[in-house]
């Protein structure tokens, strides 16, 4: 089924989308001329899969759940933002906080991501198949963060629990984030993940990054960190 | 003060204990509530009634409308309130669950609403609320589609009174397994959440992201922006332009769970002078009665209700005022208040999650002192009293309806009060800064 968002309103398909019906209709769809427009498939809630032709505005799939939304463009700000599952594909490049605060679900960039990618993130996956800009995972709380290309600076800032793994250079890192040991079990993980999300990559050539949780509860003594 | 001794005016006793615990400690105070420096408020404006050019309502009689609808400039399905005092955010975490539970019962039987807070919503205040704002904050701690689904408002916090340009703080003592859990942190750390949104920035990007709120929820739910009370002529204009359905604006003497004293103490303006910029802005951009005002910070009794209607909210929110009427700072388990060197009526220790009343901790056997469902009558009481003295001043000032409640209707007795809500001074038609 094909929505072409030049005749239709946004409400209008993201209206079908949201409560299509699971006996009568297609579970693949397709939105053209999407022309940057805003919040499109924002909502949705079924295990569906759409593919959009053409570049997007803010949040894309923002608190996407179970439905699989393919973008053959770039994204604005905040794509798939809030995500609690399901996976997003972004073919071309995404702009700031990509994946900010997902709960749950795969993101995959598979050019580059702006500043603040996986901001606040809470158990998402995000794949960078390009580099991430600066503040990448900030205050990152779970989850994990792949970047096939590099990280500009303050990666990690103020990161919990959440997983950074950087194949190119880091430009730097944030207040109380590490660079980790990429242990048998990491490498594992990293495989496992590769594996799902059907991404051909070697772990091995991964850097492990997280926090050192020595800002995890406030000591005069690390006032300077900050 | 000591017969014949001459205390320092710029370094009284409390200044030189300060300096000497700075002096010890290296660090600043952290506490819980609002402001507790003197700033003119409510009580200094009077109603000045009817007389011979005024009609009065009969008190016991006729009847005054106290209800309000709120949302409905975009929303498909707006609130309406029996009462227009509500109950403002207070997180799970901050507040255990059974305060949480209490404040929604009271509400629910008054027909207003009560509003989540940093920590996301949990069962117990969504069953026992008839009408539950769920707020959207920087941390999205909890956020979730599914409750915004289940949410009758969406409130997007941009500040609080308390400390505006500040983002949450809840003290590792308070993060148990639960509240980690639901704000996806490990336990007993000391949570600070962050003070800006992650995916928005300025009003352009705001008015964008309210799009998507309503988007996800089929434009049903009316959108909230609260503010801290900064700059609340332009943030009020700057939330109108973003597309907000009601602007929630919270004054300098509101609460919160825990920050840094000097933050408390030193940012923002008092609630009194906010409302009146607040107010201008609506008047100017012909949004006032559009787009609802809803006014918090230091609301304590009917007649600050009354006053803050007559200078032109639609309706307002209380806080630190509800925990007191869950038994904050009651004259109960004194040698609890003791052990945190503190006393009945002077405790701000919100922040240790030792709470002596059961209200602000996550301490099981410190919970069991708040029972829910007494306190949630409790609460209904105090919604009640309210609403009985905002209905006295209303009809007093021969209003049928309190929203009739107008400026003309007030007298302020400081200068000061009167620069603030541009009402005559008492006995004068002078209003200072006005021609």
Redo the contacts between chains.
Sequence with gaps: MNFDLNKKTLREVNQHLQNFDRKKNTRKFEISNPQGQHAICAGLKDDIDITIKGHTGYYCAGMNQKATVTVHGNVGTGVAENMMSGKIIVKGNASQSAGATGHGGALIIEGDASSRCGISMKGIDIVVKGSVGHMSAFMAQKGNLVVMGDADADLGDSIYEAKIFVKGKVKSLGADCVEKKMDKKNIDELTKLFKKLNISEDPKKFKRYGSSRNLYNFKIDNVGAY | MKKNLKEFKTFPSSTIKEIQRAAN???YQIRGLGAKRKVPDFDDLVFLGASMSRYPLEGYRETCNTSVILGDRFAKKPIKLDIPITIAGMSFGALGANAKEALGRGASAMGTSTTTGDGGMTQEERGSSKYLVYQLLP??YG???DD?RKADAIEVVVGQGAKPGGGGMLL?QKINKRVAGM????E???Q?S?CRH???TGPD?LE??I??LR?????EKPIYIKVGAARPYYDTTLAVKAGADVVVLDGMQGGTAATQDVFIEHVGIPTLGALREAVDALKELNMHRKVQLIVSGGIRSGADVAKAMAMGADAVSIGSAAMMALNCNADLYVEDYKKLGTEPGYCHHCHTGKCPVGVATQDPELEKRLNPIEAGKRIKNYLTTLTLELQTLARANGKSDVRNLEPEDLAALTVEAAAMARVPLAGTDWIPGKK
Excluded: C, F, V, Y
């Design positions: 400690e290296g660090i941390s999205r956020m979730n589609p915004l590792g704000r996806t942190l490990p007993g750390i000391d600070r962050a992650p995916d928005w990007d964008i992201k799009q998507e988007e996800i929820t089929n434009w």
